[in-house]
């Protein structure tokens, strides 16, 4: 018996926060896959551009402007699909890195906004459609902050475990259905945006974060990794990828050249 190959013509991708960073090279990489890709984050302008650039390679791409936070949207924009493929929950991001006690709950409870119910929004939204396609693919961007803690990344390292209990959850849920979920677990990644948003534009701060470390890892190493998951033959689930560099082997253990 062989294995249904993961077949990319005609299917249709949605990435959310393809503005930046591992979104924006997220739906690069399934464009030049052959999958339809439609791209959502809140800047339209960004996510125009790219669709232009996508386009103008000669792929499919879309925009469609979209705050994952706000419910409302998330269905409009949904109900604009009968069936899809693959769902990219890759919008979400860090506010912060103080510590527990002096942290502010207005993060935390827009990184809960954001990288949760922003997951759980679109999700809920689009499972429909891609149960209907036969052949559907939920990822969940988590982090390796999903998995372990670490001083002063309390809120961020919540939200990102409720991630994580989502997609270890929704897999549960759904078994039997023809959807698979992937969690893919990023550790040190260096974009322009994440660092930066975390310490409110204090590049200073930013760029302590990557600090004399070799070879972080590029939103294009992620995506590819994601990009692997996704394209694997339709009954290979990859529950839970880890990814991080080569210099970084735990979330505090980090090899820095002085
Ligand atoms: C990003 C990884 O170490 O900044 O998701 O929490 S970390």
New binding site residues.
Partial sequence: MSATPHATSSRTAVVTGASSGIGAATARRLAASGYRVVLTARRADRIEALAAELDDAGHQAEAYALDVTDRAAVDEFAGRFSTLHVLVNNAGG?LGADPVASGDPDDWRAMYETNVLGTLHATQALLPALTASGDGTVVVLS???GHATYEG?AG?VAAKHGQHVLAETLRLEIVGDPVRVIEIA????RTDE?ALTRFRGDEEKAAKVYAGVAEPLTADDVADTIVWSVTRPSHVNVDLLVVRPRAQAS?TKVHREP
């Fill in positions: 860090a982090s390796t902050a990344g961020y990023p550790g040190m990644v994440f979330n």
